[in-house]
């Protein structure tokens, strides 16, 4: 647009017809030219003409240029706008169309160099970020592999468990009924023996006694009653240790020599 304008100006300093007559277009002209330059100063447009080499000297010239044009196109004219006059400032815009028309091409490599950089530099964030989202995806599968395998060694050594806690069980009771069974026999078999054992001193004492004729008779009696009573005592022994493990021994306070 700025090209536009300069060229419009330009055709309209050139026009033979009278300029008088033309002021005010000319005027137009001038001023939409005037506020297309003004746009450069801006602070976008200075940072886009900063990388551009020849802004410096083509703006310079601009401005020379508007200096000569605000003699008879300002504000406040300095003199009337001649048939010379006018012909000198369409040379002199002459000589400015090339580098204003170079300074167009440059700004617009360089904006396309910006572009291009900037597309450059969106790419790379975009394959960066598809690379750690990718990243990220197979790191959630990894550890949702691992969590998995966790769970099922989990399961089976909870499976595993409950099998040995039920296995100690069985033996628990098993265990617990070989116990009260061997309890029960030993406690049977204590009464079982002790019942003979009774008549046999018994009938010791009884043979003591009647007084036998042999005079060695005393000492086989008195030897075979101390056996009895020591098998006597061994089966209550067995008898209270039966009472024990049942958990049914109850204590019998007697005298005791210390």
Same mark, same amino acid.
């Given at each position: ?156 050594? #909870?499976?595993? +468990?409950?099998? &040995?806690?039920?296995? %100690?069980?069985? @033996? =628990?009771? /098993? *265990?617990?009924?070989?116990?009260? $069974? ?11 023996? #002790?019942?003979? +054992?009774?008549? &046999?001193?018994?009938? %010791?004492?009884? @043979? =003591?006694? /009647? *007084?036998?004729?042999?005079?060695? $008779? ?27 493990? /049942? ?12």
């Amino acid at each position: 647009k700025r090209q536009v304008e300069f060229l419009r100006l330009r055709e309209q300093l050139r026009r033979p017809d009278a300029l008088d007559e033309r002021r005010a277009e000319l005027q137009l002209r001038y001023d939409i030219f005037l506020s297309r330059i003004d746009l450069l100063k801006a602070a976008r447009a200075s940072r886009l003409l900063g990388g551009v080499a020849s802004s410096q000297s083509t703006l310079r010239a601009i401005e020379t240029f508007v200096g000569h044009a605000e003699v008879y196109l300002g504000v406040e004219p300095r003199g009337a706008l001649s048939a010379t006059a006018a012909a000198a400032l369409t040379a002199e815009l002459d000589r400015l169309g090339e580098p204003i028309h170079q300074l167009l091409l440059d700004a617009t490599h360089h904006v396309a160099a910006q572009i291009t950089a900037r597309r450059e530099v969106v790419r790379q964030h975009n394959v960066a970020g598809l690379a750690l989202t990718g990243l990220l995806s197979v790191s959630v599968l990894v550890f949702g592999a691992i969590a998995l395998r966790q769970m099922r060694q989990l399961e089976a050594r #909870r499976l595993h +468990l409950e099998v &040995l806690a039920a296995e %100690l069980r069985d @033996a =628990r009771i /098993a *265990a617990e009924a070989a116990s009260t $069974a061997k309890s029960s026999f030993l406690a049977d078999m204590s009464h079982e023996l #002790r019942t003979p +054992l009774h008549g &046999l001193r018994g009938m %010791l004492g009884l @043979a =003591r006694d /009647a *007084a036998p004729r042999d005079p060695r $008779a005393a000492q086989w009696l008195a030897t075979a009653d101390e056996s009895a009573a020591h098998l006597q005592s061994l089966l209550d022994d067995v008898l209270d240790l039966s009472r024990l493990e /049942a958990g049914a021994l109850e204590l019998a306070p007697t005298a005791v020599s210390l």
